[in-house]
């Protein structure tokens, strides 16, 4: 039989060697669902990129770090509660090895008046999901029926605008500020100009994105369109106000049919950070994505990364209380299928 003592001591070693690996074995002897299990270890690697930045080790981290690491999260009050439990949990075992007595994240969550309460609790950036996105972007390449020419092409800018925002990252202001000249035909990327050359950006461009802007293009000869601006507000080819393009996105995405079954509006914005999440998932590294995007600190972009991770684990979680809840069903119907008892979480 193993000697206790030596067990401890190789865990003690192991945790000051690599928490990253030491995490992972204590990952596993949990029994999450994988899924679960991948949204934990991004939070926990968050934690460890924040000590490492405050000069702290698991075993020197004091309260303080801790709940400024959790107060600068921009994410809502409750998932911020889910990281201190995580904390808490993997700190009592660190702890228990190093036969230390105080855990440093034992008490934030039930201290009222704690920094991390009275941080902005806004709500958490929005994102489509993947059938809000699969949905609209099916709408965009729909037929546009019998329209007279006025309003032909103002819907094909208007789908092929949706398509800048959601295939392309731009922003309203960039939107309204792009000439033809910044797209080639076919071209995987649009320039974005600025009056600094140094902030002058290539956005990469999905592949229907490209095909959109590209049919957008022609449909704008076709209409002999004046000026040079790519999205223009009229014939005589003068820029689109911020109100009208909002309206304009509006329209595209209620036609859609998402917005029935969203709560929050699908603004620019949110199809803005929906195209970064689409290239996180695919496995770009996140200052390529703020590249694009055109963040000038890479602070930004890994704001955004971990508010997408967040966002991942609440889709996650719902989902697993949707099937855990499925699978009560059946278990209560006699005549219906026995289901598998749900995971334990956090």
């Known amino acids: 039989m193993p000697n206790t003592s030596d067990l401890f001591d190789q865990q003690r070693a192991d945790w000051q060697a690599d928490p990253h690996a030491a995490f992972d074995a204590w990952l596993a002897q949990q029994s999450f669902r994988a899924s679960s299990a991948d949204v934990y270890r991004a939070q926990w690697g968050n934690f460890l990129e924040w000590l490492d930045a405050k000069r702290a080790t698991l075993h020197t981290v004091q309260r303080p770090v801790i709940e400024q690491f959790v107060a600068q999260l921009d994410i809502r009050r409750p998932q911020r509660m889910r990281y201190l ?68 092409w103002r819907e094909r800018r208007d789908r092929a605008l949706v398509a800048a925002f959601l295939g392309g990252g731009v922003k309203t202001g960039e939107a309204a500020q792009l000439t033809v000249d910044c797209y080639a035909a076919g071209a995987p990327y649009v320039t974005v100009d600025a009056s600094n050359p140094l902030l002058i950006r290539q956005a990469r461009l999905a592949p229907f994105a490209v095909d959109l802007i590209d049919s957008w293009i022609g449909e704008r000869k076709t209409a002999a369109l004046a000026g040079d601006l790519l999205f223009p507000a009229a014939p005589s080819g003068r820029p689109m106000h911020k109100a009208t393009m909002l309206r304009a996105i509006d329209a595209v995405v209620a ?22 999440a689409e290239l996180f998932e695919d496995g770009t590294e996140p200052e390529r994505v703020g590249q694009w995007l055109g963040f000038q600190q890479t602070i930004s972009v890994h ?6 991770q967040d966002w991942m684990g609440e889709q996650i979680r719902e989902r697993d209380i949707a099937q855990a809840r499925a699978a009560s069903t059946r278990i209560a119907d006699p005549h219906g299928p026995i289901g598998d008892p749900e995971n334990a979480h956090l």
């Not at 704001?303 to 997408?308: C, D, E, F, S, V």
């Open 303 to 308: 704001r955004l990364h971990r508010a997408w």
């Open 85 to 152: 439990r995580l904390i808490e949990r993997v700190l009592d075992h660190v702890r228990e090895i190093e036969s230390a007595g105080t855990n440093p994240a034992r008490f934030i969550a039930q201290d009222g008046n704690a920094a991390w309460r009275k941080a902005r609790d806004n709500e958490p950036t929005g994102f489509l999901t993947h059938d809000e996105r699969a949905l609209l972007v099916a709408h965009l390449f729909s037929p546009l029926g019998a329209l007279p020419a006025g309003q032909r």
């Open 255 to 276: 036609a859609s049919g998402i917005a029935v079954s969203r709560v929050a509006r699908a603004s620019p914005q949110t199809l803005r950070n929906t195209y970064a």
